[in-house]
């Protein structure tokens, strides 16, 4: 890859000499972490990893899932122990043996799934191991709330201290997690895939704090395999391939494009060819459809679309819209209350999974591991979870294996599944492999629809590429496709028709080609619709949301 | 029989056996509090209170002492918790199954350390028990007095250590660490929490309790240990645990009820209650806790970690 050696600094060979041009513009480095090797029982997660963190500065750590990237914080931050390697703080070699270690070095971290306890307040669990006690012993929770408020005073990141974690938003849980650090004195932040939960708005938010936790002097690393993000937020950035360090340098001197070449290891199409859509026949219509939520609340309130076939439509919403929910309904999961759902002109809005299974639609499940495959079955039982009842897998009583073990053989073929062989538990395989076995399983059926929510949670680049090349196949072919997904992103690239659906209604439809991110983030956020502005959502959607309102009336038509 | 339920003896007996019959429920229940809220299981609060009531019985048996034998009680008590926590903690066994084995364990363990010490089975020759605490001033009130004013010691005991044990719970840091590890071990631990330390501690606090439990049936309520004399006792504990949602309070208030239906049983003669079979009066226990398991009389939420080993990663 010659186009990234030149702007990037090789990390691996020569790190100290890499680094001294930097160190001249910059100082000495607050975190120096020198030839970190990390085994795991046949894996090197780490090899020989060196990274280095400026004051004031914001490091971007790239990298796909698997490169090693959390791995690398972990040892950091004292959860795992590093089979070789040194650790500098402030020019001092340091032993990292517990996450109290790091805190005590002036180092948080915000992991990727929040570290709250759900029932707990705010401040109790910012303050918790280093509680405030009163001279009687007693834990001194109004100190808590008055040191909460100041420091939330002090760095802008607005939380009510007796909120429980339980009732406050993904954004809010988030700027907790960051007081917890910095209310352990952190000088150093790790957040680790910071933005992964966050709508777009969120993340400019986000983006907004980073830059003034820098400017009061605390240096942060970023952990994230977006590579917009790490143009748009970072200064330096350092990405990690299947646990090397393949380069390091300064944002400003690199793009996009190089960024994804060092990171798979190969060119990249960043951007999805497609021929457009030809739609025919209606294959999906949705009439007034409502349903209540897991905890009996209102989910689904009157929604109304269609999918035609040969055409893949796209749902953007924040999560927790009642895409969910949405899902469960249209695939037999959970009852609807009142409206219709038609497949091919036949009402199923009664009809149990099977039933709609018959009638060809298949599913792609939100969650792989909880729904869309049984762990601890064997690569070839989960292929035929959809159909073992019928022949030729099904003999009277028994399961015909050996027709099983071959049509696993085949299906692992044609879809590249890795895997030894078709008889391990599926639980082995790679997160991306797995998402493997459920696609293949379900568009092995010949569906007339697909209903593929989330197809690619959790997946690295390569994976992506693979689910996304399938379900334009799928389209092409003529099936219908509706795909529900929280990356934006993905549904502006994949569909040839967006939805936004917010509090359970559909607010917004467009042409892909047509829809910006600007748009569908204000629409996902409430912005625009008949149920009109929510007042904290609007302020937080701020300058942003106002520049955007003008080309907005123009392009949209609400639906009602 | 005639009864008169204006009679005010009635109402001393029923308030007195309801005390008498609460005391090793909350002990125990205490005992369960603490462990569950740290994220452990402990089935075993039958076991551990039955190998107790056992020991401190043998060692006031041996030294005439019964206080003695109220420490060998604690002790043995924190020692059978001891071995759970290993198996649960450092092991991540099944913790339902380790309680279960301990349980069955000690039924066989007793009755033949009965029969090996004593020569006797069933029952151990009498013991000294430890003498009952009267309350100055408050013994003197009428009615009141004879109501709460004289008992065994364990009766005030089991109520301090629910003032004690919801302060420490609630009102502390430990408590808060507590919580925290038998809420989500991992954001626990990532603060700095010593997940296993906190869950040893609590685990053996449990034990200690339920070993004091076992002490207030052979050396405070009897005077002698019988096979078995548990009863169930450690499994109504749990229920009143569950039913006073993991909180020393709310178990104490549960303890009260049930001690109260079993009050009801053995006074149904005198109250006239003999048209209610008292079957029916020794099951409302157990109709009420599932019924708040079930979420019919407010939802009973259990500590989200309760009973998933901890597993460091690395």
Redesign the interface.
């Known amino acids: 890859m010659p186009g990234a050696v030149l702007h990037m600094q090789r990390c691996l060979a020569s790190v100290e000499r890499g680094f001294l041009t930097l160190k001249e513009s910059i100082g000495d480095p607050v975190v120096e972490m020198r030839d970190i090797t990390v085994k795991?029982p046949g894996v090197i997660a780490n090899d020989n990893v060196s990274v280095d963190v400026y004051s004031g500065e914001i490091l971007a750590l790239l990298g796909e899932n698997g490169a090693g990237k959390t791995t690398l914080m972990?040892v950091l931050?004292g959860?795992?122990?590093p089979d070789a390697g040194r650790i500098r703080i402030h020019g001092e070699q340091v032993q990292i043996n517990?996450?109290?270690d790091a805190?005590r070095l002036g180092i948080g971290?915000v992991?990727q799934h929040?570290?709250?306890?759900?029932?707990?307040t705010v401040a109790?669990n910012i303050v918790?191991?280093?509680?405030p006690?009163n001279a009687a012993?007693?834990?001194d929770m109004d100190k808590a709330i008055r040191d909460v408020e100041e420091l939330s005073n002090q760095y802008g990141l607005v939380v009510d201290p007796r909120a429980n974690i339980d009732d406050i938003s993904v954004g809010m849980q988030q700027r907790v997690e960051i007081l917890?650090a910095l209310y352990?004195g952190a000088e150093v932040l790790i957040l680790d895939e910071p933005t992964a939960v966050l709508t777009p708005q969120e993340v400019d938010e986000l983006a907004a704090i980073m830059r003034s936790l820098v400017h009061q002097g605390k240096s942060i690393i970023f952990i994230t395999h977006k590579l917009r993000e790490v143009i748009a937020i970072s200064d330096r950035v350092a990405v990690l391939r299947r646990g090397k360090c393949v380069g390091t340098g300064e944002t400003k001197n690199t793009t996009a494009e190089e960024l994804a070449q060092m990171m798979v290891g190969r060119e990249v199409v960043l951007s999805l060819e497609k021929e457009p859509a030809k739609p025919g026949d209606t294959v999906l219509r949705v009439e007034n459809l409502h349903a209540r939520s897991g905890r009996n609340l209102p989910a689904l309130r009157g929604v109304f679309f269609d999918v035609k076939a040969g055409e893949i439509v796209g749902i953007a919403g924040i999560e927790g819209n009642g895409q969910s929910e949405l899902v469960e309904t249209l695939t037999g999961l959970r009852k609807s209350t009142s409206g219709h759902i038609y497949v091919n002109g036949i009402d199923v809005a009664h009809n149990q999974p099977r039933a709609l299974i018959e009638q060809g639609v298949a599913h792609i499940p939100e969650d792989r591991q909880n729904r869309g495959l049984i762990l601890d079955f064997t690569v070839a039982e989960n292929f035929i979870l959809r159909n073992y009842y019928k022949s030729p897998f099904a003999r009277g009583i028994n399961l015909d294996y050996r027709k099983v073990q071959a049509h696993a053989r085949d299906l692992i073929s044609e879809f590249d599944v890795r895997t030894p062989h078709e008889n391990i538990p599926v639980r082995s395989l790679s997160g991306g492999n797995q998402q493997k076995v459920v696609v293949a399983r379900e568009l092995s059926s010949e569906p007339k629809l697909l209903i593929a929510s989330q197809p690619t949670r959790g997946l690295d680049v390569g994976a992506i590429e693979f689910v996304h090349k399938r379900l334009l196949a799928q389209r092409d072919q003529g099936k219908a496709i509706l795909l529900v997904s929280l990356e934006l992103d993905e549904i502006m690239s994949l569909s040839d028709r967006i939805l936004v659906i917010y509090e359970g209604q559909i607010v917004g439809e467009m042409a892909a080609s047509e829809a910006t991110e600007g748009e569908l983030g204000l629409l996902m956020a409430g912005g625009h619709g008949k149920r009109g502005l929510d007042t904290e959502r609007s302020e937080r959607s701020g300058q942003y949301g106002q520049q955007i309102q003008e080309p907005l009336r123009t392009h949209v038509k609400p639906i009602s | 029989m005639e009864t008169n339920l204006a009679d005010v003896t009635i109402y001393i007996a029923l308030v007195v056996s309801t005390l008498r019959m609460a005391t090793p429920l909350i002990l125990a229940g205490l005992g369960g509090v603490f462990s569950e809220r740290s994220g452990v299981v402990n089935i075993a609060l039958e076991g551990i209170m039955l190998i107790a009531a056992f020991m401190g019985m043998l060692i006031s048996h041996f030294t005439r002492a019964p206080w003695l034998g109220v420490l060998a009680a604690v002790a043995s008590g924190a020692a059978i918790a001891a071995l759970h926590a290993v198996v649960c903690i450092k092991y991540k066994s099944n913790q339902v199954v380790s309680g279960t084995a301990i349980n069955l364990f000690s039924v066989g363990f007793t009755g033949f350390m009965l029969r090996k010490v004593f020569e006797h089975a069933g029952q151990s020759p009498p013991v000294p028990k430890v003498a009952d605490w009267t309350i100055p001033l408050i013994e003197k009130i009428p009615v009141i007095g004879a109501m709460i004013g004289k008992h065994t010691p364990f009766v005030y005991l089991s109520l301090i250590a629910v003032i004690i044990s919801n302060f420490v719970l609630f009102?502390?840091?430990l408590?808060?660490?507590i919580?925290?590890v038998g809420?989500?071990p991992?954001?626990?631990?990532?603060?700095?929490?010593d997940v296993f330390a906190i869950r040893y501690l609590c685990v053996l606090l449990s034990g200690a309790l339920a070993g004091l439990a076992g002490a207030s049936l052979s050396l405070g309520f009897l005077s002698q240990f019988r096979e078995n004399m548990t009863g169930g006792r450690g499994f109504i504990a749990l229920a009143a645990m569950i039913f006073g949602k993991w909180t020393p309070y709310g178990t104490l208030r549960a303890c009260l009820l049930f001690g109260f239906a079993d009050a009801l049983q053995i006074l149904s003669q005198t109250l006239g209650l003999t048209f209610i079979p008292t079957d029916f009066l020794l099951m409302a226990p157990y109709i009420l806790t599932m019924a708040a398991l079930a979420g019919i009389i407010g939802r009973s939420v259990p500590p989200?970690a309760s009973g998933i080993p901890y597993e460091r990663?690395?």
């Open positions: 795991f972990n931050y959860l795992y122990r517990t996450p109290n805190i971290m992991h929040f570290m709250l306890i759900p029932p707990f109790e918790l191991g280093v509680e006690v012993g007693k834990l917890k352990r | 009102k502390t840091k408590g808060l660490r919580r925290a809420e989500h991992k954001a626990a631990e990532t603060v700095g929490v989200a990663q690395k």
